[in-house]
């Protein structure tokens, strides 16, 4: 999605309204927001249908500046606009106002391809909101548990729970000194390795998620007092 201009789409502060916050995509990383781009919302938008999870977004707007942005174009004669779109998870269906709010990782993507030429109609708010015209849908992706996460996860969970454990063993029953200094030196190696990768997959979710752990780790990667 680098490059893209994409539409951010989440529930607003009341919890009845929605928000959409134009952002430039930027690689595989948090969208940023998009200054030079704005958004009007029109009637009949917001949730409809139940709740902010099992309910229906609807969004009509009034987009200025976005036939062209510093990065990229939108052919508005095209018959076969590439798109691109992305869903998050239901725990992800925060409530802001915020047009620079942060979001977390999407839980499923997909392309289609948009006849320009038929969106075009008279101005104002289609009469019908649910045709699909012109649009041919080409595939749908679930993220799913990455090979990154779970190498994370297990690398983690290994050296809490073998690693270091060992490493007490080894002091307290064979009372070797360099051996506990060994296990327990690989054991905050491994530490530090499962950091970066929880690190860099915390990348494509919520920056928050960082602080908590490094000041998790932290503490475990400090020389111990004499």
Known sequence: MKDALIFLIYKGGDGKNVTVSPRLGTGHSEPQPLNTVSVKLLEQSGITGGDDETGDYVVNAHCTGCRSWKTGAID??????????????????FGSDDLNATIVQHQAFGQFTMDLKAAVGQGGVPTDTSQQTGVVHDSDNNNGTTLGSAFHAAIMAATFVLVFPTGAVALRLFERVWLHWMIQSLGVLLILVGAIVGIYISEKHDKVRDILRQSVITPLTRPAAP
């Open 76 to 93: 508005a004669t095209s018959t076969k606009q590439p798109m691109i779109y992305a869903v998050g998870a239901a725990h992800s269906f």
